[in-house]
């Protein structure tokens, strides 16, 4: 192997008409708050409120920076510059309740892992830099979308057999190598 690196490129968008699922369209992640007050970035944006009316993600980590939801709305908008407008009454014009913003980093190959879709700066990754989406450099976001997974499992599977046709040679070969030198012995 001549080395491990994760794929940062960007999987396909698949609508789930979900008012709080939100895709990003280009680069970024969401950085949700810990439980130990760090801060961890993800691209997974399948979130829901808690029952205090935060967006949280599916763990109960609130987004960052907070967003709460009135009780009662009737409606929520999510904009492609994260601006989320609620509608609390018929009629009503919609209330701007906080903007939803992501991150970028120097190099995102470097962030750390840290499971469950959540990843961590470190050295490596660099500071994140964090604005307001659809600004140069930060990705937009999509209301009522997900990400799906960046894999082709096509690539992937042609890449398996020319690998264990590989093996299957070479293993042919060192068989072969060894009958040569059992008479000899």
Do not use: C, H, W
Not at 130 to 147: A, H, K, N
């Amino acid at each position: 192997m001549a080395s491990i690196y994760r794929v940062t490129e960007q999987g396909s968008l698949s609508s789930t008409s979900n008012t709080f699922d939100i895709a990003i369209q280009g680069d970024g992640y969401f950085q949700v708050l810990l439980p130990n007050g760090d801060t961890a970035y993800t691209r997974d944006g399948s979130f829901q409120l808690n029952g205090a009316g935060q967006l949280v993600n599916y763990d109960g980590f609130a987004i960052q920076p907070g967003i709460t939801i009135p009780e009662g709305a009737i409606d929520v908008t999510i904009n492609s510059s994260g601006e989320v407008l609620v509608t609390e009454e018929a009629g009503q014009e919609a209330a701007n309740v906080g903007t939803i913003q992501i991150a970028t980093f120097p190099s995102q190959g470097g962030l750390e892992a840290m499971g469950d879709n959540l990843f961590r700066a470190t050295q490596a990754s660099g500071p994140a830099t964090v604005d307001s989406p659809s600004r140069p450099g930060y990705g937009s976001l999509m209301q009522g979308f997900l990400e799906t997974s960046n894999v082709d499992p096509i690539s992937e599977i042609a890449a398996l057999i020319s690998a264990q046709r590989a093996y299957e040679m070479n293993f042919k070969v060192v068989q072969t190598a060894d009958q040569m030198m059992g008479p000899a012995r």
